[in-house]
């Protein structure tokens, strides 16, 4: 009999294959105080071993270039930016020079601190910045102590790599063809390990901690990347069962890759708009144009967040019209800048408070700060004669907070048409539906907006009252809660009778499962991570819009959770034996 432990599935598949054991054991490093003359040849120690990590990652990323897609890129491509940024040196010869340390603490307290900042933000995305910190890190400690990378490539067999931690750094070190599966002891859904385990398709869980220390080394397991959990020592009648549902996946797969070029239209013709959401301009670089129908919502934050002073309008004018130019004629949605409270921004010094995600952010914040909003907004305004180009506001609570917005991009369009300098024609202007009390302002956002954009993350998070980061009361943050769904419900109801377009960009809208039931709901419009995008248009592929109405109404009316995903569950079961049919 197998033993069974549960984990967190972050990218989907099965692997059944024997384990390899690669843990880090905690290093020693020891702190040395220096004398005053040996602090300049310890600041140049630290110099020497950053150009060498530097030019060990840009190595990494000349081997790998063949194999890796856009996430990928864009993973590796953070780390160098965080390697090469000018702030992080001088952090570090500060602390060198201050205490007089050696420069593996001081490289240690740096990115300590760092990872800190980074880790205390809302945004998941976000938050998987301190992975980069931490990997960066590591490669500069492993140039200042001469530690050779160690390769995590098994003799002979395909396997599953167990790891605490599995960083973008140690791509180099794995034979990807035979690597069937990952385990890892740390990480969440959006660290980088799982990003990267996702994109290169292969089934991985996270969150096994000290579980994972009991699976001995060489041990046969079943990873099953779907149902969350690894099978250690499986018996004969477990292998079978998993070996039908491996050809299963294998069908599925070959099936995701022949649509992934078509159209997203239902069996009854009704076409689903899928858009993706995009951080940078790397991310969509390998994306195939005909996976995509635009881009439903670029976080410009991010451009903000890489940096260690606000990009001025020029710097910022280049990246949108890269973007645009880079989205060869698809509308392209741009978010304003969506930090404050708990997403700080380094160079932005804001009061501590004690409810952050209540707090200073979004559009409250860029709008008390005229100057940066004017400055992104111009930025965006100018780019978007280079492309199709959509602005969409983020965190609104109000209509008043709509009409200031719309008054400084009046008075952009103005000061531009006076200057005879150029912008698109057919500006799009709209709001995320983040906050309720604006859900239900629906009539008079029709009069305001060209569109409205439903953040589900967010939404779900005032909905239920539940930090969705406070391990105590996480487990109520539950998308398939039905009276989420009701509330999705009404908005679909009032986008139909105001006709105001309504695009859904949270991470729901790339729920295989949910997907049939968003569209009953009357959803057209759906934006995801770009590597959802082909599994999401297979699933619209097998439906008509008359079955996903009834299974909405049903779902409507169930009373828990547990209820909604054990109905979906058995509805896609039905999908998929009727897909199985012969004739
Ligand atoms: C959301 O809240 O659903 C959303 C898309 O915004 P973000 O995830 O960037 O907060
Ligand atoms: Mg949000």
Known sequence: MSREYKAVPVAPGIAIARVLQRRLAGEYIPLLHLEDAEVPGEITRFQKAREQAVSSLEGLMETLAAKMQGEEVGILKAN???????????????????????????????????????????????RQRAEDVRDMGNQILASLLERTQESLIAPGEDYILAVDEFLPSQLGHIDTARVKGILMGEGGKYSHGSILARSL??????????????????TLAILDGDGGKVLVDPGEDEIEEYRVKLEEIREAQTRVFEVRLTSSVTTDGIKIKLEANAESLQEFEGLESGVYDGIGLFRTEFAFMERLQFPSEEEQFQLYKDVLERAQGKRVTFRTLDVG?????????????????????????????????????????????????????????????????????????????????????????????????LAMMMDHLKKMVDFVSIGTNDL????????????????????????????????????????????????????????????????????????????????????????????????????????????????????????????
Not at 406 to 423: M, S, Y
Not at 530 to 550: A, N, W
Request: proline share 7%.
């Open 341 to 437: 409270g708990d997403k700080p921004l380094p160079y932005l010094r804001t009061p501590p408070e004690h409810n952050p995600v209540l707090g200073w952010r979004g559009i409250r914040l860029t709008l008390r700060w005229p100057d940066l909003f004017f400055t992104q907004m111009r930025a965006l305004v100018r780019a978007s004669a280079f492309g199709k180009t959509s602005i969409l506001l983020p965190m609104v609570t109000n209509l008043q907070e709509v009409e200031t917005a719309k008054g400084i991009l009046q008075v952009i369009l103005k000061d531009l048409n006076e200057q005879g300098i150029p912008h698109g024609e057919n500006l799009g202007f709209g709001v995320m539906i983040e906050i309720p009390s």
């Open 460 to 583: 779900a998070q005032y909905l239920f009252a539940v930090d969705r980061d406070n391990p105590r009361v996480s487990d109520l943050y539950d998308p398939f809660h039905p009276g989420f769904l009701r509330f999705l419900a009404d908005i679909a109801k009032s986008g139909r009778k105001w006709q105001l377009p309504t695009t859904i960009c949270g991470e729901i809208s790339s729920e295989s499962s949910l997907v049939p039931v968003l569209i009953g709901l009357g959803f057209r419009r759906l934006s995801m991570s770009p590597v959802f995008l082909p599994r999401i248009k297979l699933v619209i592929r097998s439906l008509d819009s008359g079955s996903c109405q009834r299974l909405a109404r049903r779902i409507l009316n169930l009373k828990t959770a547990e209820e909604v995903r054990a109905t979906l569950k058995k509805s896609m079961e039905g999908r998929s034996r009727a897909r199985r049919k012969p004739g």
């Open 80 to 126: 160098l930016a965080l390697l090469q940024d000018p702030g992080f040196g001088k952090d570090v010869e500060e602390e060198i020079q201050k205490n007089k340390i050696n420069s593996e603490v001081a490289v240690q307290r740096i990115v300590s601190k760092y990872e800190e900042v980074f880790n205390s933000m809302d945004n998941p995305t976000l």
């Open 201 to 218: 398709g292969i089934p991985c869980l996270v969150g096994l901690k000290g579980n994972l220390g009991k699976i001995d080394p060489g």
